[in-house]
């Protein structure tokens, strides 16, 4: 149980790694960016401490059966704490309205993890629990007293955690609304398979039953399961377009392989240091530079008339205004390179004719050359295949 709790801990935390990363060049992390990775790590703490390794640890530790109970219960009160700084955050506001409500927030789960302790301290608690210290514990002076606190301090988080993501979910699209469903989602399960057990539990026993495995054997894993749905919902919107971005970096990337196979002798850019790290962004915009300093070095070897003749073929073949140009280029590009390798002189009447991909910014006009290049060679080699496939 507890290497699948931490496991989930680790995937819980995993995305605050991610948030910090994105913002390692600026110098203050914005209040939004800290207080995600607040909730975020306070969340995978929770779930570290309630692992029952981690409280025969803790136990061991201090030489205090069941120190771990009020350690766990204090991080599970600071989270739901961090959960409504987050809310005030994301809403927004003046800095001096969400300072005054943030601080409010921090007294009052502040005085409910000093009541936490308080009680604990007061409770007469011998017998270590590792797994059922709620149930086990329900009727004990003070413990009893403590156990109902905690339950109501996260049930009154995660009710205003339902309420506003309900509210906001009406009012904004996109990314940052299938980012509240995700946080009302682990909520919801937060209250129907976390909190409802709990005080189902608890409650049978104040009344002489026995529903135990409510709060052992059900709570621990919707607990876990809870904490990740709030997690995806948290980072979506902020993770989600960044994430996007580099794959389709990684595309284009791809994209211009053909492109940049023909005319990468030609380039005298400097090549950036091969290490692992680089990421798809910086590695597309090499090759974007590159690529232009070769077509820059291949423009004295571009033909007119080897584009024009292209550019008509393409037109009777049926193709709109666009492509056909895109095809021209295509062919007088790769004129220009066979020419090029082979050490020819340049033309004598160097072409004034501007490339679409010079015309356009961004990579997409790169990409469509790569691509009518692609088409022009797989065309060639199979008129190729045919002519040696006739009959002599």
Known sequence: MSIVVYLAAAVFGLPCAVLFRRRSHTAVPHPLA?????????????LVCAAPTTLAAVNDLT?????GAPLTYGMLSAYSCSLLILLINWRGGSPERIRLLSLRAVAAYG??????????????APVERLSDLDTYYANT???REMIVLYLLGHSAAMGAMCVVCVKWSREVTGLLRAGLWLILAGALLDVAGFQLAKYTAVTARW?????DVLSTDVAPPMAALSALLFSAGFVLPRLLPPALAHWHSVEDHRRLDSLWSRVRFASTAPKPPDTWWQSPRDRLRWREVSIHDALLALAPYFDDHVREQALEAALRAGRDPHEARLTAEAA????????AAARQAPLATPSTYRLYATEVPGTGGLVELAQALARSIHSTAVREATVKALPG
């Open 63 to 67: 030489g205090i059966p069941n120190f």
């Open 332 to 339: 007088m590009v790769a004129d220009a390179t066979h020419r």
């Open 141 to 143: 002076p003070y413990m």
């Open 34 to 46: 800290l207080s995600t990775c607040a909730t975020v790590v306070l969340g995978a703490l929770v």
């Open 207 to 211: 009344t002489g039953h026995d529903l």
């Open 111 to 124: 005085a409910l993890v000093v009541a936490i302790v308080a009680l604990f301290t007061l409770a007469d």
